[in-house]
């Protein structure tokens, strides 16, 4: 069983940042697949970002709404993976999750929310105009 937690969500205004993080159990984390997702209510748990172990490395993707703006990235050492989130907008505003799966998925499958094992909690993220 893998635990995962997120915190840093917040309060912030439009234009400013905010790092989440994302820690996961696990003596193997070092090659879990880790994602990002959000949620409003009454909405479907919309894919943010993700990061994937290959041989060669590990591989990200974004949503389109987000790229350029959010990163994602890990600390092995520390079994967490951060979402570094700038130029915020109000339409960021939503439950920030996150995921996490001890089989190296494809890039592909790692944006859809059914691949992943285990979830946190979610932390909230405002943005105010």
């Known amino acids: 069983q893998v635990q995962v937690v997120e915190s840093g969500g917040g309060l912030v205004q439009a234009g400013g940042s905010l790092r989440l993080s994302c820690a996961a159990s696990?003596?193997?984390?070092?090659?879990?697949?880790m994602g990002w997702f959000r949620q409003n209510p009454g909405t479907k748990r919309e894919f943010v970002a993700t990061?994937?172990?290959?041989?060669?490395?590990?591989?990200?993707d974004y949503a389109d709404s987000v790229k350029g703006r959010f990163t994602i990235s890990r600390d092995n050492g520390k079994n967490t993976v951060y979402l570094q989130m700038n130029s915020l907008k109000p339409e960021d505003t939503a439950v920030y999750y996150c995921?996490?799966?001890?089989?190296?998925?494809?890039?592909?499958?790692?944006?859809?929310?059914?691949?992943?094992?285990?979830w946190g909690q979610g932390t909230q993220v405002t943005v105010s105009s």
């Open positions: 696990g003596r193997t984390f070092s090659s879990y697949t």
């Open positions: 990061m994937t172990i290959r041989w060669s490395g590990s591989n990200t």
């Open positions: 995921a996490a799966d001890a089989r190296a998925l494809g890039i592909r499958s790692a944006t859809i929310p059914e691949s992943y094992g285990y």
